[in-house]
């Protein structure tokens, strides 16, 4: 199979929604003729012109509360935030209209809108263009929100998401855009709420989230040569969330480790452990463990930025302090 | 103070980059501004300007022109005049600053500790262990927990229930099995899960795993032609789980094996007089001459290592302890528990153990963990009046050792003078597999028993 890079795979399954479906159309900053800060909408505006690759000014409040209106009426926006970070200007009407409209509606109005954005600390790029946000999203009924790790899972799950009648943050770590991998050519969609197992093991679970997927095989890795066997869980879309793939792995292995980047109060791992200890309580056989990043913005320094982060380091030690319990 | 000179990050998506040139030199004043070097990305060839003043320092090992490296590489320096060249220094120092630098490090939740440990009656348990333990019939609040906060955990019922997880049988929820009755099971090759279906709501015990298994009749292992009916007055028995591993063992040994035996005579008196003193103590547990045995072979096997050694997928290993296996018939056939360090142990403790092993092993209380890991055998038929036999080496051993009766008789103690004297004589025979070792160290390696027990007290040097 050819392999190509996320932001390829992406943007390919982008072009084949565009061109299966006219009502599609991406609008934000510099996605026009610019072809998108992170390449996400390169050589679209040549096939489909201004009408539906719309350039904004710098106002997200406003074109995504003009996308709530489009996909209200009919169409299917894509909206592309470039940093997810600023989607953060954009929650009053995200919260209150976009999330709620299907209810308050008795179901008549649908809301098929895709809210992309890169996430995640990497490259420096400091405290404004480094956050994840995921539990914003996950709180507040009415989102569904992906994260692809790997290039196939990133066509399969933005085609799903431009078909979904539901608003799908569409999120995309900086740390993977550059990954190469195998990717199916053609029709190629992966259903929500179906976690992958990227590493079978027996001795723990280690789920990673976004980018710590990556950093947890590294240290299963590693750790297959002390003689530990690691199985590591992708989710890979965190609402809806597979909770039953991480519960039959809980059960085989009666420890679990879960990485995240974003900080740890009410966080992703938090929501895992509980869900887990509530429905799995009597598999465990040591306290769950969250490994998240320092409770701290982004440094822009390189070396500050890494050491807040959760490394492969602190996953095998983490692992091995989980192991002695 | 030392600026680096690093491979910038020219775009968005730029990872690596080559420098293309130098636009100063070595030892250059540069004021900051000026255009410093070129560098060569995916698309074209980039001017960078110095971010400060200072005299441009190249050292050696910096990357060449051409050679794409990491966006952050360090490239040059730019010092004030007069400086220190920074280029060794100030590599050593750079990972410690790293370390020392006072940042926030990822969170993670402290590891708990069992709350009011100390006020607790009963020891912490996960849960899992719990339920493991309720699955198994162990009783956990006995045990000591190696979770590192002193819980006890799943591999501590485990291990208390003398039951490895591969070997588990994994019953429905509900079935309730003693510890007991679980291993005999496993030993008899009774199906716990049938015999609880029919028994419903009971607890198994022992006994009716034992009745279970006398009304088994299995099959035989594969014949090449079916055996004669029985003819009335004939005895019909079931061929249990330890006859058919004996079996299967024994002719596994045969087929794999190019075992041949030795045999010599040792002249015993010395170990007969050190035994009756021994027996003159009363006030301890007076060693059997398996006991003894078992001493003096364990100091041969150590002058000669190749005989306490096994094949291992491609190589041959030499076993640094000395575990021997000594043969034991019981009522249920040939078991052969082992005694594990021999080279470490006093001939006390050698006796005292191999009297709790035998004992255990006539009513039937070894574990699997007794069983198994031995480097060498001794079977003694000396109480049959038997002298010499071939005994089959007990794979994936070197060696048997094959310890005969000992008679006293007339032997010749001096050629020369023509003087015979009534000696105690004990006939020994060894099997060996000459595919491990060959018939000239085998015989030296018998030997050297024979020496020890003609003379004991070799033992001690």
Redesign the interface.
């Known amino acids: 199979m050819r392999e190509i890079t996320f932001v390829e795979a992406a943007r390919e399954g982008l072009t084949e929604e565009m061109a299966r479906d006219p009502s599609v159309f991406v609008v934000g900053e510099g996605i026009g003729s610019r072809g998108g800060n992170f390449n996400t909408t390169v050589g679209l505006y040549d096939l489909y012109g201004p009408e539906r690759l719309r350039d904004t000014p710098i106002s997200e409040r406003g074109f995504t509360t003009l996308c709530t209106g489009a996909a209200v009426t009919g169409a299917r926006p894509v909206v592309d935030f470039m940093f997810i970070d600023f989607l953060t200007d954009a929650f009053g009407d995200m919260f209150n209209q976009m999330a709620k409209l299907q209810w308050m509606s008795n179901g008549r109005i649908k809301m098929p809108i895709v809210l992309r954005g890169c996430v995640g600390v990497f490259g420096s790029n400091a405290a404004h263009h480094s956050g994840n946000y995921f539990p914003f999203f996950l709180h507040i009924p009415g989102f569904h929100l992906v994260m692809p790790t790997t290039p196939a899972d990133a066509k399969g799950l933005l085609k799903t998401a431009i078909r979904s009648d539901n608003p799908v943050l569409f999120l995309e770590h900086k740390g993977l855009l550059n990954v190469k991998g195998p990717v199916p050519e053609g029709e190629h969609l992966v259903p929500f709420g179906q976690a992958a197992v990227r590493r079978e093991g027996k001795d723990v679970t280690v789920v990673g989230i976004a980018f710590m997927v990556i950093k947890a095989l590294e240290a299963a890795g590693q750790l297959a040569q002390e003689g530990i066997s690691v199985e590591v869980i992708d989710p890979r879309t965190l609402a809806p969330l597979d909770i039953d793939t991480i519960l039959a792995s809980v059960h085989k292995t009666g420890r679990l480790l879960v990485v995240d980047e974003d900080y740890a109060p009410c966080g992703v791992a938090a929501e895992i452990a509980t869900q887990v200890m509530e429905q799995a309580f009597d598999d465990l056989d040591a306290p769950i463990q969250r490994l998240n990043g320092a409770f701290a913005p982004a440094p822009y320094s390189p070396v500050l930025a890494e050491s807040v982060l959760p490394g492969t380091k602190q996953i095998l030690q983490a692992v091995r302090d989980l192991l002695a319990e | 103070m030392a600026f680096e000179v690093v491979m910038p990050?020219l775009g968005?998506?730029m990872?690596t980059g080559s420098l293309f040139e130098w636009l100063k030199q070595d030892g250059d004043r540069v004021e900051a501004g000026e255009i410093l070097f070129t560098v060569e990305s995916d698309k074209a060839i980039q001017e960078v300007e110095a971010l400060e003043s200072g005299i441009l320092r190249i050292p050696p090992d910096t990357p060449p022109p051409g050679k794409p490296v990491p966006v952050?590489t360090l490239l040059a320096y730019l010092v004030t005049p007069g400086e220190e060249l920074p280029f060794v220094a100030q590599a050593e120092t750079a990972p410690a600053?790293?370390q020392t630098?006072a940042?926030?490090?990822?969170?993670?939740?402290v590891?708990?500790t069992v709350p009011h440990m100390s006020e607790r009656k009963r020891p912490a348990v996960?849960?899992?262990?719990?339920?493991v333990a309720s699955e198994l019939g162990v009783d956990w609040t006995p045990l000591k927990g190696s979770?590192?906060?002193g819980?006890i955990?799943?591999r501590d019922v485990r291990q208390a229930a003398a039951v490895t997880p591969a070997t588990e049988e994994t019953l429905p929820s509900g079935v309730r099995v003693s510890p007991v009755a679980r291993r005999v099971a496993h030993e008899l090759g009774v199906n716990l899960e049938q015999l609880a279906a029919q028994m419903p709501g009971k607890r198994i015990e022992r006994a009716d795993v034992e009745a279970a298994a006398r009304k088994v009749v299995s099959a035989a292992p594969s014949a090449p032609r079916m055996p004669a009916p029985a003819a009335t007055g004939d005895v019909v028995l079931p061929i249990t789980q330890i006859r058919r591993i004996t079996a299967e063992r024994m002719v596994a040994s045969a087929h794999n094996a190019a075992s041949a035996t030795l045999t010599t005579e040792a002249d015993a008196t010395e170990l007969v007089r050190l035994r009756n003193q021994l027996t003159s103590d009363i006030t301890q547990l007076v060693p059997s001459y398996s006991d003894l045995l078992t001493k003096l072979v364990a100091q041969a096997l150590i002058e000669h290592p190749q005989v306490n050694a096994r094949f291992m997928g491609e190589s041959i290993v030499q076993s640094a302890t000395v575990n021997i296996g000594i043969a034991v018939d019981t009522e249920r056939g040939l078991l052969v528990p082992v005694v594990y360090d021999v080279q470490t142990k006093s001939l006390r403790q050698i006796a005292q153990e191999s009297a709790a092993m035998i004992e255990r092993a006539r009513s039937g209380r070894l574990s699997p963990d007794d069983l198994h890991g031995g480097t060498f055998t001794i079977t003694n038929l000396g109480m049959y009046e038997i002298d010499t036999f071939t005994p089959i080496i007990n794979l994936p051993e070197c060696a048997i050792l094959g310890v005969g009766r000992i008679m006293p008789k007339q032997v010749v103690v001096d050629v020369e003078a023509e003087r015979v004297a009534v000696r105690h004589m004990m006939f020994l025979s060894l099997t060996f597999d000459h595919r491990l070792v060959d018939g000239a160290p085998a015989a030296h390696f018998l030997q050297t028993i024979k020496h020890l027990i003609e003379c004991p007290w070799r033992v001690l040097v």
């Open positions: 990050r968005w998506n990872e952050g600053q790293k630098a940042t926030p490090s990822p969170t993670r939740a590891p708990v996960s849960p899992r262990a719990a339920r979770g590192r906060t819980r955990v799943e």
